[in-house]
């Protein structure tokens, strides 16, 4: 069954952090020391959640199977990586599928969303980072045209990750 997509209200802050907690530690758990990975999740409490999504600043899209269960999310958000934005611009913050989700064309319809989101709140470029050995993500970004433009240390408790930032003119 195709999942639905919608824009998410405060109400759903506890599924989006448990598909984060989820996918972050499914996809890059292994790599980091027990107690880095707890402080990296124990610092995106719910509250964070909450207030992010009652915050404007921000965009959420939700995606959904038809009984209602969360089986994805994505976050744009304000300028917070080490960019020099041209314009108008907006992050996206997270994008993330569960693993029963991957292959199923989601996070393209996804990213699809957030691309128009992103345009229709005026951003002329989106930008992101993603890890330097996630070769799956980087991919996917760049058949959408975004491309590399520096790195960027990602710091998940005391480890510090080497991300590529990338960048899509819209």
Known sequence: MTATLRMP?????GAIAAIMRECFTATFGHLYDPADLASFLDGLTLERWQAELADPAFAFLLAEEQEGRAVGFAKMGPHSLPVTPA???IELRQLYVLGSQ???GLARRMMDRVIATARDRGAQELFLSVYVDNHRAR???ERYGFEEIGTYAF???NHADEDHLMRLVL
């Not at 209200?9 to 802050?13: G, I, L």
């Open 102 to 104: 991957q292959g199923t």
């Open 9 to 13: 209200t405060v109400a759903d802050a």
């Open 155 to 157: 710091m998940v408790g």
């Open 87 to 89: 314009g108008p611009m």
């Open 139 to 141: 991919r996917f970004y």
